[in-house]
């Protein structure tokens, strides 16, 4: 049973560029949740994905933007990096949204660790 | 005030010794809650669900007390293979959805 897979898992940019990180959730989820989770700090809700839509938003700018394709895969883009954005990007997969009962349990991959210079 | 509040610690503790975690949340109108196990550098994992009635698995305890917005993980005989951090975690109402929030994690130590 493959369980959430990211790539890639390190990666170095420098300010002002472009990232794309990708998210296979785990065989038989079809939601998809985006986190940043900076040094020493719990994981920030950036937002969800079910039914290739953004259903819920956490308090991060239009620079953080994603997609989800049908077979539930999905992709985290940030445009225009800046040196705060540096820090571990967590995509957690689920089942059946869960925005509207608060029932499910969230199956993290191990993250991509995104460096900015 | 945060939505959910732990304390980061770190908790030093002996083999053997038991050791209790508390968290606190503001939104009364929280649906489920949950305790996450995240070792330095790894993805966070689920440790257990916590209910009303509370929950036991092995050595783990999980409280939970809606009427004073917390919840509580016990950890009896400490192993040093325990040593990580505990991120309580709270999928609470907020704008017309639920959300996932967690806490920054409390940081456990076990020292031989």
């Known amino acids: 049973d493959a369980g959430v897979t990211q790539s890639p898992t390190h990666l170095i940019k420098t300010r002002g560029q472009q990232v794309t990180l990708r998210c296979s959730p785990k065989s038989g989820h079809d939601t998809v949740s985006w986190y940043q989770q900076a040094l020493g700090q719990g994981p920030q809700f950036i937002f969800q994905?079910?039914?290739?839509?953004?259903?819920q938003r956490g308090n991060f700018p239009d620079r953080f933007s994603g997609h989800q394709f049908p077979n539930y895969s999905s992709e985290l883009n940030v445009n225009a990096l800046l040196l705060g954005d540096s820090a571990l990007y967590l995509c957690a997969s689920s089942l059946g949204g869960g925005w509207q009962s608060g029932a499910n349990v969230l199956t993290f991959g191990a993250g991509s660790r995104l460096t900015v210079l | 005030r945060k939505e959910v509040e732990q304390d980061p610690g770190p908790f030093n503790v002996p083999e053997g010794a038991t050791v209790a975690f508390n968290c606190t949340y503001s939104n009364s109108a929280s649906q489920s809650f949950f305790w996450y196990r995240q070792d330095c550098r790894k993805e966070p994992k689920l440790l257990m669900s916590?209910?009303?009635s509370g929950n036991e698995d092995g050595r783990f305890t999980a409280q939970l007390n809606r009427a004073s917005q917390y919840i509580s993980l016990l950890i009896r005989d400490s192993k040093l293979s325990d040593s990580a951090t505990y991120l309580c975690?709270?999928?609470?109402?907020?704008?017309?959805?639920?959300?996932?929030?967690f806490g920054t994690g409390t940081r456990l130590k076990v020292l031989a």
């Open positions: 916590v209910y009303s």
């Open positions: 975690v709270v999928n609470m109402l907020t704008s017309g959805t639920y959300k996932y929030i």
């Open positions: 994905y079910y039914e290739e839509e953004e259903r």
